[in-house]
């Protein structure tokens, strides 16, 4: 059986909680926490990082710091899972749903343009299977439109854009360790903060609307209700054994890569033949190996080489029906521009197995799967 993901695990993780344990308080914002937010801090150059229970709090406590609401339109990619969306249209914010490009599944630049109205107040780039949406546009048009961009790196940790830490250029950049991601704790999050005049206001908005913050660094002598917040910290037990995650992060990552390029060249042969189409990356970015995906033909092949695989006790996966077309995108958004990528190619799109220290053995097993499917 080779499964489609196993979630990472360093082996350091059970001393790191057994060590929060003994601390004794397990509320957020303790000693594990802090040392999980200074390593995000100095990876990424982020004025601050703030761990939450999830990527989708990160995202929801971007919309609270922007203060989207009714009226405000947010442009995202309608190839991405539901919190990029959700968490903005929890807010109340209309969905502007756009196309992205076949090569990287990454937003369309010039689709996100065309989208932007007197009302657009944030473009959320997802930087898919970690491989960095293109972000030199994206920044010479979001400042000429003097719009916020909040990244979406859920998936995207350790990866670069003209060397620069994915997540950190952005005004705020949202980043998961949900059990499925690179770096994970089962469910967990952070917000990356670039511009530091957000910062006090983030950590009341994390903190039930308190100073509380500001109280534990003596800088007030009793903390008080501030703002309208909510309780986004993630506990102690939790952030001891991501600290473990996050310190073996460069290795683990480049493991992962390691097993991607195999995919690479085992699978070039199929792609010269015509028969699957492989993915493309970024100029001037790094990624971190966090998918790797092949599209098929059509829908039926895609369906069937999932099946020819599952078969074969290997795990494969579909990804994301397109936002714009599932129920809840219908009514909380509006598609932007042609639908030229976004529909034909999540139903061409199948995802392979990849995880830590995955047997390049068993890289060569799917692939030899793949190529018999065809016939090659
Ligand atoms: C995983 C993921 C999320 C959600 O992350 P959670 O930590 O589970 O909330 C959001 N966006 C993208 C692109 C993701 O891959």
Known sequence: MIPLFRPTLTGLE?????????????????????????????ATGCARALLVPSCTHALELSAMLLGIGPGDEVIVPSFTFSSTASAFALHGATIVFVDVLAGTMNMDVAAAAAAITKRTRAIVPVHYAGNACDMGALISLASAANVTIVEDAAQALGSTYRERPLGSLGALGALSFHSTKNIQCGEGGALLIGDPAMVDRAEILREKGTDRARFLRGEVDRYAWQEVGSSLLLGELPAAYLS???????????????SWEQYQAALAPLER??????????????????????????????????????????????????????????????FSGDDRVTTADSARLLRLPLYDRMESADVETVAAAIAQFYGA
């Not at 929060?20 to 995000?40: K, V």
């Not at 998918?291 to 020819?308: D, N, P, W």
């Open 14 to 42: 059970p001393e790191r909680v057994a060590a929060a344990m003994a601390a004794g308080s397990l509320s957020g914002a303790g000693a594990f926490g802090r040392r999980c937010e200074a390593w995000l801090e100095s």
């Open 244 to 258: 473990a995650q996050l310190e073996a992060s460069p290795e683990v990552n480049a493991r992962r890569v390691a």
């Open 273 to 334: 033949a015509g028969h699957i189409e492989l993915p493309r990356t970024t100029p001037e970015a790094t990624h971190n190996g966090h998918i790797f995906y092949v599209k098929t033909r059509s829908r039926a092949e895609q369906v069937a080489l999932s099946g020819a695989l599952k078969a074969r006790d290997i795990g494969a996966a579909f990804h994301y029906v397109p936002l714009h077309s599932a129920p809840a995108g219908v009514r909380v958004g509006r």
